[in-house]
């Protein structure tokens, strides 16, 4: 089934060998030299990101990478780096090049077909015990190799830069079925509400509030609302009585976590309660291990080191949700001499085993992946693990009303 309410950025990966024609497909897919490509080896050494709509499917971010197979102690650590954009991906395009394949296979005394089942084979267990997509891409096509019949029957990918018309369309086809493979995710609103019912967003526009736009969580409700026949009415918490005074029923109420404590005074105790970043926890993290994550609030004691970890890096105020209101509110309900750090962006590589709490932002610009791996890597450190919707019900007195 395609996913219509997807406005998460998938990633797709590029991976392979030095030289292995990565940069040039990746430049030939986003449709400009982006990526610098060279003969010489490695000639990519950070991973190299452009972001695009894929005409039927959506948005999606193209990642370059540096070659598996750079031995040198600097390429050791641009492989980690490839690593973890394996780690973050939805779909991995491996490339691998006939040029490559010809050199592998000249010692090997196997018929070919067993010998490349066997290469392949070997490099998809690493993707499927990692869970991910992927599909291989053969480069250099132009380049005499006797076996190119014997791909092209297997229905493989064959692709150079001299006959792009060929190949371009069949690969973005490839590219597309893969990404809408099982692809059905849970919407924001499922088991919440359905078709026809009646849902009110609360926006403050406070100091925080972007000028003249919505943000990126009230924008993707509203979208769900429409494509699921959802009415959607909007307001901001000081007009929200004359808001339910004018509505003759209402099935849910979404909030901005910062306002819990004021939307829930004005709303009769009936009416459901929500906030946007519980949808964003429910829809790509996992709701009952951050329910769990926030038992372990009030076993925080002195000294004890709690992580707020936000995905995107942005200018700080005095009324910051995570570096300013969540700390004070924990400060003031707990009386503890709790210690804070943050963390901005992937922490794939911190060491989380020294903090006695996570507490996640509602990850709406992140993948479900990198929330998924955050849970995951939590886990491993035996290290509870919450979100600040959930946390902001708890300490504004709203958590056994609120809808989870
Ligand atoms: S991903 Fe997190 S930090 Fe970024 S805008 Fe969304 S809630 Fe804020």
New binding site residues.
């Given amino acids: 089934m395609e996913n219509r309410y997807n406005i998460e950025r998938k990633n797709i990966v590029l991976v392979g060998n030095k030289n292995a024609g990565k940069s040039t497909l990746f430049n030939e897919l986003i449709g400009f030299q982006k990526s610098i490509v060279s003969n010489k080896e490695a000639t990519t050494t950070d991973p190299v990101f452009k972001s695009m709509e894929l005409i039927g499917y959506g948005a999606v971010k193209f990642v370059d990478t540096a070659g598996f197979n750079d031995n040198s102690a600097i390429g050791k650590l641009r492989v980690e780096k490839t690593k973890d954009e394996i780690l973050l991906s939805d779909l991995i395009l491996h490339i691998i090049s006939l040029d490559e394949l010809a050199f592998e296979y000249k010692d090997s005394k196997k018929e070919f077909l067993s010998f490349l089942k066997e290469k392949l084979t070997k490099i998809s267990k690493d993707y499927k015990d990692l869970k991910k997509k992927y599909i291989f891409v053969f480069t250099k096509s132009d380049k005499n190799f006797s076996f190119k019949d014997e791909l092209l029957k297997e229905n493989f990918l064959l692709i150079s830069n001299v006959n792009k018309n060929f190949w371009y369309d069949r690969l973005i086809k490839k590219i597309i079925e893969k990404l809408k493979e099982d692809c059905f995710e849970k919407g924001l609103l499922d088991g919440l509400v359905k078709e026809k019912d009646n849902v009110v967003l609360v926006v403050p526009i406070d100091t925080e509030a972007p000028e003249k736009r919505l943000?990126?969580?009230q924008v993707e409700v509203i979208r769900e609302c429409l494509d699921k026949n959802i009415n959607v009415s909007i307001t901001k918490p000081d007009c929200l009585s004359d808001c339910i005074k004018n509505l003759s029923k209402i099935d849910l109420v979404i909030t901005d976590s910062q306002a819990f404590d004021i939307v829930s005074d004005i709303l009769p105790k009936e009416l459901r309660l929500t906030s946007f970043?519980i949808l964003?926890a429910r829809k790509k993290g996992n709701i009952d291990k951050f329910l769990q994550g926030a038992k372990y609030l009030k076993k925080l004691k002195d000294e004890d080191i709690v992580l707020i970890s936000?995905?995107?890096i942005?200018t700080k105020s005095h009324e910051d949700?995570?570096t300013v209101l969540i700390p004070n509110l924990i400060l003031k309900k707990l009386g503890k001499k709790i210690k804070f750090e943050f963390s901005?962006g992937k922490f794939i590589k911190t060491d989380i085993s020294k903090y006695s709490l996570i507490i996640q932002?509602?990850?709406?610009?992140?993948s479900k992946n990198d929330m998924q791996n955050r849970i995951k890597k939590a886990k491993e450190n035996n290290v509870p693990i919450t979100n600040?919707g959930i946390v902001l019900s708890y300490l504004k007195g709203v958590f056994d009303r609120a809808r989870f």
Avoid: N, R, V
């Fill in positions: 943000i990126l969580p970043s964003f936000e995905s995107c942005h949700i995570g901005h932002c509602g990850g709406c610009m992140m600040y």
